[in-house]
């Protein structure tokens, strides 16, 4: 069976050197468990081996018959480790990524490029070149830039590029311990903040693309969100319930400038299959469509170092109720279309 991971990470040697010299954010590590546990330890665990080993990568995938991946930056962003060094780590990634790409293009079919977000001006020529010089397939933003949401005034330039320039969106979450489950606390506790907190933040970022209009003004740009669509397959009926009980609310705080029902902009993203069960498949066809499904594993972040994410992720299509061609495209197909791939 032939399949491509379109939502999976990696760390390049050069980037992964610089970004821990260039770190500049003081909860750098708290982005992620990973890092926590590195920083902890002073011992890659299985994931983080995964993230900076190529043969541990390799060695892995080879486990899979006909598995290829789609390649993309493991957080936090470039932004969030060093925001005055977020423009050279982009560069310095998306550099490697390309080379990858060339050097081994059995293993992987495509990457998504990183962007300086905190500085839009740079972040459009980025993706231009990762886009016209680097040949990448896509681009990957993360659901907040520094705090600061996506449909602010200084990144509307940021997605006319990705419009305009026809480049698909890997939306990834991004939220640290330190982000409080409590206004009376200082940190989150039971990493609360990345296994229900992330699924959060990827919604919040969705409803703002929505609301701001920012969907509406580019109606055909591709957003694949990370983690089976988040929280909005699973919400879509007390979503339509509370938009239609709230019609006029919404009506006076978009300022009127949508021009269909709110639920029909939410149709247009994308979901993987990072919630790893037959159940979120089954929830995420009923809303998206199964054309909107893409294989996706978040592979290396499990305690296998991506084994289990993968056997999980293919388990959770074929016992999903799509039928055996919805399955296929799942698993190829539509991940082809998405990135413009040739198809197979």
């Not at 491509?4 to 982005?31: M, N, Q, T, V």
């Not at 190529?54 to 930056?73: K, W």
């Not at 509370?242 to 709110?262: G, N, Y």
């Not at 972040?301 to 061609?325: K, L, M, P, Q, Y």
């Amino acid at each position: 069976m032939t399949m491509i991971d379109a939502f999976c990470h990696i760390l390049p040697a050069k980037y992964e050197e610089i970004r821990w010299a260039r770190a500049g954010s003081k909860d750098f590590a708290a982005s992620s468990p990973a890092h926590l546990q590195y920083v902890r330890t002073g011992h890659k665990a299985p994931n983080y081996e995964g993230l900076t080993s190529l043969d541990a990568r390799f060695r892995m995938m080879d486990e899979f018959d006909g598995y290829r991946q789609v390649i993309s930056l493991a957080s936090p962003s470039p932004e969030h480790i060093a925001p005055k060094s977020s423009t050279e780590l982009s560069t310095i990634a998306n550099d490697e990524l390309a080379e990858l790409l060339v050097k081994y293009p059995t293993r992987f079919a495509g990457a998504a490029g990183a962007v300086p977000m905190n500085e839009p001006d740079a972040a459009c020529r980025e993706i231009e070149r990762l886009v016209d010089e680097l040949h990448l397939c896509a681009v990957q933003i993360f659901t907040n830039v520094n705090g600061r949401p996506l449909d602010a005034p200084e990144f509307r330039s940021v997605w006319k590029t990705v419009a305009d320039k026809g480049v698909p969106v890997l939306l990834h979450p991004a939220r640290s311990s330190t982000h409080a489950d409590y206004a009376s606390e200082q940190d989150s506790k039971f990493l609360i903040w990345q296994v229900f907190g992330w699924p959060y933040e990827s919604t919040a970022a969705m409803a703002r693309l929505v609301f701001s209009g920012l969907m509406q003004t580019h109606p055909r740009m591709k957003i694949l969100v990370h983690h089976t669509a988040a929280m909005i397959p699973f919400f879509h009926g007390r979503m339509q319930s509370m938009f239609d009980q709230f019609s006029e609310d919404l009506a006076i705080l978009t300022e009127a400038r949508l021009t269909q029902p709110p639920i029909e902009y939410f149709r247009r993203f994308y979901g993987d299959m990072g919630a790893f069960s037959p159940g979120a498949v089954n929830v995420a066809k009923d809303f998206l469509g199964a054309d909107h499904l893409l294989f996706g594993t978040d592979a290396p972040f499990d305690a296998t170092g991506g084994r289990s994410s993968i056997r999980d992720s293919i388990a959770a299509v074929n016992n999903s109720s799509c039928t055996e061609a919805e399955k296929s495209n799942i698993f190829t197909k539509n991940v082809e279309r998405f990135f413009d791939f040739p198809t197979s």
